[in-house]
T-cell receptor, first 113, second 116 residues
């Protein structure tokens, strides 16, 4: 029940295109859903996060869409750039899980110039 | 702000040797997390501390692993004896204690451990 399933495992997008990464969770007690971005040789860094009281959150070219009833959330990267090439992890947590983050498997995004 | 500091950045050791990884969290953060990242299992939480006290160590793989946090500015993860399957990147992360940013974890650059 603590799992977070992420897809696709890898994604190749042309510059200017839209990148979409999907995640699904099982634990209905989760109440915080962050996305982390990781570049090679670096630690993951918080990119954007959402709480289940809203269905969408946008920060620049990055948007999280949240579907509470389906227990799914997704990351959309508009106007994808080569500099966005990285590994993206969705995660979920909540007070009942001690605020420990449960991470998805990761998506390796490549944006071709 | 220097961010989370980890040392060493790379460690190569032989099977059976003791390995100690070190972490300095961001000043003022009151929670600290140790993660392990591998291709097979992704990011796994090993243990986390709140106000220097271990809260959840259920992710520690076995007794060969131990972690300490003697004060708010330092933590260690020790593997004794090390085995080739321990080869991974180990991350330390810290988190502030304010309610508005309770869930934001800040990761260090990681220590790449290779056990031969």
């Amino acid at each position: 029940q603590q799992q977070v399933k992420q897809s696709p495992q890898s994604l190749i997008v042309q510059k200017g295109g839209i990148s979409i990464i999907n995640c699904a969770y099982e634990n209905t007690a989760f109440d915080y859903f962050p996305w982390y971005q990781q570049f090679p040789g670096k630690g993951p860094a918080l990119l954007i996060a959402i709480r289940p009281d809203v269905s969408e959150k946008k920060e620049g070219r990055f948007t999280i869409s949240f579907n509470k009833s389906a227990k799914q959330f997704s990351l959309h990267i508009m106007d994808s750039q080569p500099g966005d090439s990285a590994t993206y992890f969705c995660a979920a947590t909540g007070w009942t899980s001690g605020s420990r983050l449960t991470f998805g498997e990761g998506t390796q995004l490549t944006v071709n110039p | 702000d220097a961010g989370v500091i980890q040392s060493p950045r790379h460690e190569v050791t032989e099977m059976g040797q003791e390995v100690t990884l070190r972490c300095k969290p961001i000043s003022g953060h009151n929670s600290l997390f140790w993660y392990r990242q591998t291709m097979m299992r992704g990011l796994e939480l090993l243990i986390y501390f709140n106000n220097n006290v271990p809260i959840d160590d259920s992710g520690m793989p076995e007794d060969r692993f131990s972690a300490k946090m003697p004060n708010a500015s330092f933590s260690t993860l020790k593997i004794q004896p090390s085995e080739p399957r321990d080869s991974a990147v180990y991350f330390c992360a810290s988190r502030p204690g304010t309610a508005s940013s309770y869930n934001e974890q800040f990761f260090g650059p990681g220590t790449r451990l290779t056990v031969l």
